[in-house]
């Protein structure tokens, strides 16, 4: 089994792009490729085993928490250059004198 990547590697197969994207087309009533398929040692004839949905619910919950995630993490990361660059640029005055008594 395999799923979707942008490496487009096929078990058995490695990389070859064709094969990738006519996986994605076939289906349980067509479940052959429509041409063999080039390899580097010949052509193969595939045919789809099995195929599994999939689970849209926990994608959406997942999609949402990663994207939760990804937004704090943008924003830490704006904040973080944000101080670097704020405490790179800022003049730090201090200026010692007499306190006043503490109650005072």
């Known amino acids: 089994s395999f799923a979707k990547s ?4 096929v078990p058995d ?5 064709v094969a990738m994207s006519e996986a994605f087309k076939v289906t349980k009533e067509k479940p052959y490729f429509g041409s063999p398929v080039k390899l580097d040692d010949g ?6 085993k099995n195929k599994t949905e ?3 619910k926990k994608f959406e919950v997942e999609h949402d928490n ?4 990804l937004h704090k993490q943008n ?3 704006r904040f973080m250059a944000w101080m670097t660059n704020a405490e790179k640029n800022a003049t730090i005055k201090r200026e ?3 306190s006043a008594p503490v109650g005072e």
């Open 96 to 98: 010692l004198g007499q």
């Open 43 to 48: 052509f193969a004839f595939i045919k789809l």
């Open 54 to 56: 999939a689970d849209w």
């Open 66 to 69: 990663l994207a939760d995630a």
């Open 13 to 17: 197969f490695g990389a070859n792009p």
């Open 75 to 77: 924003a830490q990361t």
């Open 6 to 9: 942008a490496s487009a590697q």
